[in-house]
T-cell receptor, first 112, second 115 residues
Framework: GQQVMQIPQYQHVQEGEDFTTYCNSSTTLSNIQWYKQRPGGHPVFLIQLVKSGEVKKQKRLTFQFGEAKKNSSLHITATQTTDVGTYFCAVPGAGGYNKLIFGAGTRLAVHP | EAGVTQSPTHLIKTRGQQATLRCSPISGHTSVYWYQQALGLGLQFLLWYDEGEERNRGNFPPRFSGRQFPNYSSELNVNALELEDSALYLC??????????????FGSGTQLSVL
């Protein structure tokens, strides 16, 4: 079935440093979504990317979808303590009625 | 507007018992999804219901089952509980399109502990 690899598993940064997490798929994706889960919280939708090479920005967050639509990245510029949490990518599963498959997530720790 | 609501917040059971978890989707959403999140791990897809029917199922044994009611709320039942069933069970809802592009809105989850 559809799988998506997400790296790194864990990233520890000093406040003000940049952070990037990557998602890779072996198959071409119709779209990819990104979610954030704060410690003790539930996943919250951040963004959806659909077009090849698409780049979207949300304040300090930059999302990219690869030209081949097989990979994506989330980059945070100048991290803040409020960025702490786990970032998940999510892709449609294979076959009909495409359930959403989540990557393993990247846990971000930000030290002041 | 109310978000996705789940009950109970916490549930403690012993091995072999049955657990029932409930979820009410956002008004107007017809699709309900269930995910299992074991401690420190990612989200594992369990079940997807839309318009009262099971649309897709993850790689879980048959003792994990559920249903969706006419008002689109949903129930997840876990029979013959095992210790490894201890996890956060998250429910999400969406406007159903069936094309895998739906944005999911998650509830706060039910923390199930099996002793």
């Amino acid at each position: 079935g559809q799988q998506v690899m997400q790296i790194p598993q864990y990233q520890h940064v000093q406040e003000g440093e940049d952070f990037t997490t990557y998602c890779n798929s072996s198959t071409t994706l119709s779209n990819i979504q990104w979610y954030k889960q704060r410690p003790g919280g539930h996943p919250v939708f951040l963004i959806q990317l659909v077009k090849s090479g698409e780049v979207k920005k949300q304040k300090r967050l930059t999302f990219q979808f690869g030209e081949a639509k097989k990979n994506s990245s989330l980059h945070i510029t100048a991290t803040q303590t409020t960025d702490v949490g786990t970032y998940f990518c999510a892709v449609p599963g294979a076959g009909g009625y495409n359930k959403l498959i989540f990557g393993a997530g990247t846990r971000l720790a930000v030290h002041p | 507007e109310a978000g996705v609501t789940q009950s109970p917040t916490h549930l403690i059971k012993t091995r072999g018992q049955q657990a029932t978890l409930r979820c009410s989707p956002i008004s107007g959403h017809t699709s309900v999804y269930w995910y299992q999140q074991a401690l420190g791990l990612g989200l594992q897809f369990l079940l997807w219901y839309d318009e009262g029917e099971e649309r897709n199922r993850g790689n879980f044994p048959p003792r994990f089952s559920g249903r969706q009611f006419p008002n689109y709320s949903s129930e997840l039942n876990v029979n013959a509980l095992e210790l490894e069933d201890s996890a956060l069970y998250l429910c999400a809802s969406s406007l159903a399109t069936g094309h895998g592009g739906e944005k999911l809105f998650f509830g706060s989850g039910t923390q199930l502990s099996v002793l």
